[in-house]
């Protein structure tokens, strides 16, 4: 493991590229959590150069002060890792870590403490030190491709919220059918059958849905057909 690293005020400012007076303000704007004291010298570590420096890149990113500040409490107040994931939990989701800013770039603008409040009582988003993790890469992907489509992140969440009932939902429907003629022992062999009937369902459904928007032809701004 690696030894722990500290480093005095005029240290920790240079290797963050700020100078010490800009490292006293955010210290009192509280965007960085307080140093350890040793009598009269205060001694700061990684985690602190590391926030120094996700608050440089979301400031060139245009982030301001506030929504920064607004963002290191939502982090600093969200379930850890281990919170998120469970311990040995079954899963054939891939998690990701992200820093702050990375976060920030696959939601341009959108990365607010209300949605990622939201995010995170979806049980999407945890934390893991200065990292943020996010349950799945899949919904990652899909989602930060919605929000690029146009579609609000905050109605994506909604959206997603909604969809966790159902599936919650499928989920007991096939347990229940497996556990009728089977042991809980062959819920992991089966679970891709269920997977497989709900992506094939969602699929004939969508083609149900797009070939009722097609039979009631195009649509004026009034609605008239």
Do not use: C
């Amino acid at each position: 493991m690696a030894e722990k690293r500290e480093y005095r005020m005029e240290e920790l400012a240079r290797l963050a590229g700020i100078t010490v007076r800009t490292l006293r303000f955010y210290r009192e704007r509280k965007l960085i959590p307080p140093p350890r004291r040793e009598g009269r010298i205060a001694w700061y570590d990684d985690h602190h150069l590391n926030r120094l420096r996700t608050i440089t890149a979301l400031l060139e990113r245009g982030h301001t002060l506030s929504g920064i500040a607004e963002l290191a409490e939502a982090f600093d107040h969200g379930r850890d890792v281990g919170d998120l994931l469970g311990v040995g939990a079954p899963t054939e989701e891939e998690p990701v870590h992200l820093t702050p800013e990375e976060l920030a770039d696959h939601f341009a603008g959108e990365a607010t403490p209300e949605n990622l409040a939201a995010a995170m009582e979806l049980g999407y988003l945890g934390t893991d030190g200065d990292e943020i993790v996010h349950i799945s890469r899949r919904l990652l992907d899909v989602s930060s491709a919605l929000v690029r489509e146009g579609i609000p992140l905050a109605e994506v969440l909604g959206a997603a919220k909604q969809v966790r009932t159902h599936a919650d939902a499928l989920a007991e429907l096939f347990t229940g059918l497996v556990l009728r003629h089977a042991s809980e022992d062959d819920l992991p062999r089966l679970r891709p059958l269920a997977r497989s009937v709900v992506e094939a369902e969602l699929s004939l459904a969508l083609d149900r849905r797009m070939r009722r928007g097609g039979d009631r032809g195009p649509t004026d701004p009034s609605g008239r057909t």
